[in-house]
């Protein structure tokens, strides 16, 4: 059974920073597109930043130039670096992996809380 496991998230000042790490149990973790979502009360679910199989990275715009997402093959671990962290980002955070059409496994998700 594959298990996703994020940790990282905490409490923390505005312009603070955290990273999220999401440690996988995929054997074949390098095939996988990795993902970080989240969710903020009242709000759907939303891509924050995905990186594919090829190391391609791709960021949604309100954290364009804050946050940098990064794997591990060799731990098969996907990171989150979150800086200039601002209240708006606040939310939990799930890890995503993807490979193909059936694969498709979440993380129970970190909460992530910015607040002065």
């Known amino acids: 059974q594959v298990q996703l496991v994020e940790s990282g998230g905490g409490l923390v000042h505005p312009g603070g920073s955290l990273r999220l790490s999401c440690a996988t149990s995929?054997?074949?973790?390098?095939?996988?597109?990795m993902g970080w979502y989240r969710q903020a009360p009242g709000k759907q679910r939303e891509l924050v930043a995905q990186?594919?199989?090829?190391?391609?990275?791709t960021y949604d715009d309100s954290v364009k130039g804050r946050f940098t997402i990064s794997r591990d093959s060799a731990k098969n671990t996907v990171y989150l670096q979150m800086t200039t962290l601002q209240p708006e980002d606040t939310a939990v955070y799930y890890c995503?992996?993807?490979?193909?059409?059936?694969?498709?496994?979440w993380g129970q998700g970190t909460q992530v809380t910015v607040s002065s």
């Open positions: 995503n992996a993807v490979w193909g059409s059936y694969e498709n496994y």
């Open positions: 990186i594919t199989s090829g190391d391609d990275t």
């Open positions: 995929i054997s074949i973790f390098s095939l996988f597109t």
